[in-house]
């Protein structure tokens, strides 16, 4: 019995000793988890906003570069251009021509918004967005040595009061059609 009686009081003596952590010990260690899981929060909440905002740019740039594309297709196959304001150009195209569909037609292209905020169109439908100037046409007509030119300047800006972020887009396109005076 006296083994018996030995292990219950080696048992009882180790329940009742003071070994363990300290109120302060365990809250000294909660602030420090505390600092660390708010510090990597942050950069993850902080990362996810750039990727959020890069792939926004990067949608608005793809935009305006498909716009402009397709613009100087038509401009170049175009046997006429009119400028009616910096903003608006009318395209004169061919039936010959694959954008007009077998038919002579003319194509508008024009920016719509307001102050900092501009959509190009064609037609009236929205091709590219976030364009923070309205005057993107330029005009040369045709001259003796060279074609009619059609510079398009194209800002792109998710937001202005960012300008480090502003991306510019600026195509020459050249009258192919167009006969020199």
Not at 18 to 25: H, V
Not at 26 to 32: K, R, W
Request: charged content about 15%; aromatic content about 4%; glycine content about 4%.
């Amino acid at each position: 019995m006296t083994a018996a009686r030995a292990l219950r009081t080696a048992i009882l003596r180790r329940l009742r000793s003071q070994d363990g952590y300290s109120l302060i010990e365990l809250l000294g260690v909660m602030s420090i988890l505390v600092v660390v899981l708010t510090a990597v929060t942050t950069l993850f909440v902080q990362g996810s906003r750039a990727e959020i905002d890069l792939n926004k740019r990067f949608q608005a740039q793809q935009e305006a570069r498909v716009a402009v594309d397709r613009m100087r297709r038509e401009i170049h196959c175009a046997s006429s251009i009119t400028l009616s304001s910096a903003s608006s150009v009318t395209v004169s195209l061919p039936a010959a021509c694959p954008a007009s569909g077998g038919v002579a037609t003319t194509v508008t292209w024009d920016t719509a918004g307001s102050a900092s905020r501009h959509t190009l169109r064609r037609n009236g439908v929205a091709l590219a967005d976030y364009i923070t100037d309205g005057s993107v046409f330029t005009y040369t007509p045709p001259s003796a040595s060279s074609l009619g030119l059609l510079v398009v300047n194209l800002k792109v800006n998710l937001d202005p009061t960012q300008t480090w972020k502003l991306w510019n887009l600026t195509s020459n396109v050249a009258l192919r059609n167009s006969i020199r005076a």
